[in-house]
């Protein structure tokens, strides 16, 4: 034979639990201090341990109410309140029936309104069909321009007035270069080798000098490319300096 064992006691649920505290408040009609209810909860079958957290999901329903007289807080609960709190949830989940009815109601209409002109007809097919014909036209048009967005006339003035601040710029340091290499030519005539490696490193070469450029340019030309390469020379030299 095999040996037989008892199953364990299942515990009680959170609702089970909150049944049994409301109990004891009915059936004393009396207040009660936190201390003497988790006294009274083992014998309900509730342990001492959870009755505070029962006890406060009672008075966060209004199920129980709660009051501080001088430094001790007493509860208490009476059938009414019970009633009470479920006449105030009944008032509460009519009203909300009443208000997502109107609503309903409201959003038929609209729907109702929204459908009128919108009748399936072989006219409405035809304006639709010249409606996506107009917008596939659109987009065509809008991605040929985009193509000759280089040649806008504003975008090529903007270019050029770009040009220009790196042409002076670009010069600009040029001066700069100079008359560095003549301060460092009269200072260190001695290092005059070393300075020419130096120059020649950072791409400050025997053909170095000032960028001119014609009244336009674009930027597949060769001044184009000169100013471009000029201005990259003269910031690297910047860097160095």
Not at 13 to 27: A, G, N, T, V, W
Not at 37 to 46: A, Q, R, Y
Not at 49 to 77: C, E, P
Not at 158 to 173: G, M, P, Q
């Amino acid at each position: 034979m095999y040996p037989v064992y008892a199953s364990k006691k299942r515990g009680l649920s959170l609702d089970e639990k909150r049944e049994k505290m409301l109990q004891i408040f009915y059936d004393s009609q009396d207040f009660f201090l936190l201390k003497e209810l988790e006294k009274m909860g083992p014998k309900k079958g509730v342990i001492s341990q959870s009755v505070k957290d029962v006890i406060q999901t009672l008075v966060d329903d209004d199920l129980v109410l709660k009051d501080k007289i001088g430094t001790s807080v007493y509860f208490w609960s009476l059938p009414s309140c019970a009633g009470n709190q479920l006449r105030s949830v009944k008032l509460k989940l009519e009203s909300d029936i009443q208000s997502s009815k109107k609503k309903l109601a409201d959003l038929i209409e609209q729907c109702n309104a929204l459908k009128k002109g919108r009748e399936e007809s072989d006219e409405r097919e035809v304006a639709l069909s010249e409606l996506r014909a107009v917008e596939e036209k659109h987009s065509q048009l809008k991605n040929e321009m985009g193509q000759y967005s280089d040649n806008d006339p504003a975008t090529f003035e903007a270019k050029k007035k770009a040009i220009e601040v790196a042409l002076t710029s670009a010069n600009r340091w040029t001066d700069n270069i100079f008359t560095l290499r003549q301060w460092c030519s009269n200072n260190f005539p001695q290092a005059k080798e070393q300075l020419e490696q130096l120059y020649n490193e950072v791409g400050i070469t025997e053909d170095f000098d000032y960028v001119e450029l014609p009244a336009v340019i674009s930027p597949d030309t060769a001044a184009y490319q000169t100013l471009d390469n000029s201005f990259m020379v003269n910031s690297k030299c910047k860097d160095e300096i």
